[in-house]
Nanobody, 123 residues
């Protein structure tokens, strides 16, 4: 069992930045691939970015490439998502998730989920 808690969301003007954190507890964090997903208002949840257990391999949705950076610190049991040049369409609840397999863009690959943190970008 892995417990995940997101933080760092908030209200930000378009063009601004936020850094989300995902703190993990329970089983050994470094054994899990991790991902960020988001659910915009009225839409389905979508993949944003993923990172392998070692941090060597990362993956990004097209919407995140060049603006978002995923990273992790296994010593601190924490994953991050640095979000720059934010746009109103980035408004969503952001979730972190853990997988025992390869990082994938499909929700079904992830076994553990956090409760989410709200990000609101205004123009």
């Amino acid at each position: 069992q892995v417990q995940l808690v997101e933080s760092g969301g908030g209200l930000v003007q378009a063009g601004g930045s936020l850094r989300l954190s995902c703190a993990a507890s329970g089983r050994v964090f470094s054994r899990y691939g991790m991902g960020w997903f988001r659910q915009p208002p009225g839409k389905e949840r979508e993949f944003v970015s993923g990172i392998s257990w070692s941090g060597v391999t990362t993956s990004y949705a097209d919407s995140a490439k060049g603006r978002f950076t995923i990273s992790r610190d296994n010593a601190k049991n924490t994953m991050y998502l640095q979000m720059n040049s934010l746009k109103p369409e980035d408004t969503a609840v952001y979730y972190c998730a853990a997988t025992t397999g390869m990082i994938r863009s499909s929700e079904s690959e992830y076994r553990y989920w956090g409760q989410g943190t709200q990000v609101t970008v205004f123009s």
